[in-house]
């Protein structure tokens, strides 16, 4: 097994993760300064924190309410 | 004018709102992640234990093909569904909520009304398309060689007429239901339709989805073209957004 | 300054109005008083042009309603019965937007965002998102938005209902204000409201004008006194009572327990003869009162009759 071709691209990866990491805080700074979300805040909070990507923007979508 | 003045506060929502971050984010993504797929994937294959000794060999080094095309797939699957997504309440929701008729009780026309909210929307895919191509042409010059960035330009030109295809259709949506839930079913109907009548063998030459092939053989430095393609869906445009003022006009909301 | 000529509206087969006629005059400050669904928020609507009427004509501030939408807007002031605005503005925001659309100059819009903050007391609440106001300061920063422009012709329905007794003290202060400055129209099923606050009323009842007239002249042609007198001894009162139908001045005598009241039919003779009644029969009255009917009484009374025909 040959890994290292593929390490080289690693660093290709961290704007991909700063965009994730940005998106993340985005998604949970708004969960916390709202009222009210459709379910549990708490629920939120895990979707977002452990859903990569996927999860802010499911947040996004479909997790604010109106106030 | 208060056409501008609306679309200022249009802008403004869809940056308040996280709308812009969304579409910004997610294109992006796809930009910087699809020429990096194409690259590592044949060496993820050959790193799978217990591979042929042949086999290995036959898997194809990756070429600029492969990362426009992973580009060009990725685009037209995420982009496609955040433009409906981004889309579908847009109307309903003003609706449902009254902000609709505190708006049109001011000097906002019912049409400003909705091609605002059709123009902001634009803005949102084409800030984030912008982005996402300028991520991807570099991560491409990384990784493989320049493309030519006249008929790159071309292929995400055309690529944001799709996706405004799909907000215009998705606003008619958006104007005709009553409830946000109508709309979601109508907006995502209205998805399927105009991706099926797309992949109709004659029909479909006018539909939307040609012009994803035709901007990736120009973006790779082939010939092609094909009009009929773009005036249907210019004109997919205009006849969702007339339809859609003509169901709002004497909508009471 | 507003025109409204047999107007009806149907949804389906539910007629919200049926054939309403109303005039109200530049200056007056309008009670719309109605049951609930009797058509007061489909008749603002039709005013605002946002809802169009089956048939009939309405003009406002002298635009007929079947023209132009967006010339009547700069003319009119809407509040609705639940003020709806974007969550992510604050009022300030909110207000400058509208003042930009209404062609304001950047610091005509300054001075009157201000202004206007002022006097819905909001000022404070200035630069905080919208999204978690209360219901009242929705209502009031509504009522601010409405007057952005300083419109001729104010519409308002049911702007006080969600209020509490504070805050409705509030706005109707506010209208009260507005008197010399534009017309107002509002409407409610709160007659007490009414009754501070307007000096024209208008009763509505299954989408039609029951009666429209100066709050004076309606109370005065509708509003028969009534005399209500506390006794000491229930079984005199009952017997007072019975004697008390039989005369001609007495339209209904009603007793319970020792309280007997009268309605008049000769207010003038019912005056003295109640009296002299009752010292004839030798009655010990604890109290004894010529009661003024509240608007409720007349409103109660009018669409019954209504209901009768």
Redesign the interface.
Known sequence: ???S??QQ?IP??I??LI??L??MI?ALV?LIRREHTRGPKWVWALVIVLAN?IG??IY??AGRK?E | M?FF??LR?EIT?QW????L??VA??L??FG??SP?LA??TP??L??I?DMPPGLADLIPAPTLADAVGQYIKNMSQFGILLAV?MSMGVVT?EKE???A??M??????RLTFLLTKFAALGFTFAVSLAAAAL?CWY?TL??FEALPWGTFLALNGLMLIVFLVYVAVTLFCSALARTQGASAGLSFAGLVLVAGIGSVPRIGEYFPGQLFNWGGTLALGGEASNWPALWGSLGLIVISLTAAWLVFR?Q?? | MIQVENLHKHYGAVHALDGLTMTVKPGVVYGFLGPNGAGKTTTL?IL?????PTSGRASVAGIDLSSD??AL??H?G?L?E?????P?MTPREFLD??G???GLSSTQRTARVKELLDLVNLAEAGKRRIGGFSRGMRQRL?FA?ALVHRPEVLLLDEPVSALDPSGRKEVLDLIEGLREQCTVLMSSHILADVERVCNVVGIIAKGRMVVQSPREMLMERYAQPVFEADGEDPLAMKRWADLLKRQKWVAAVAVAGATVRVTANDVVLARHELMASAAAQELVLRRYEELRPSLEDVFLQLVETEAVK
């Open positions: 097994m040959d890994f071709e593929i691209y290709f990866l704007p991909v965009i994730q940005a998106l985005a708004d990507y802010p923007i996004f979508v109106d | 208060n003045i609306v506060k929502e308040r709102t996280k709308r971050l969304i984010a997610v992006v993504l910087l992640a990096l690259k590592v060496d993820l050959k790193s234990p997504l929701q909520r009254g902000t008729a505190m049109l009780t001011h000097p906002v026309s991520g991560y990384l990784l004497h009471e909301t | 609507r605002t042009g946002l809802a169009r939408g967006r807007s700069r009119i809407y609705p639940e003020p709806a605005f974007y992510w937007y509208l930009r659309l209404h509504g938005a």
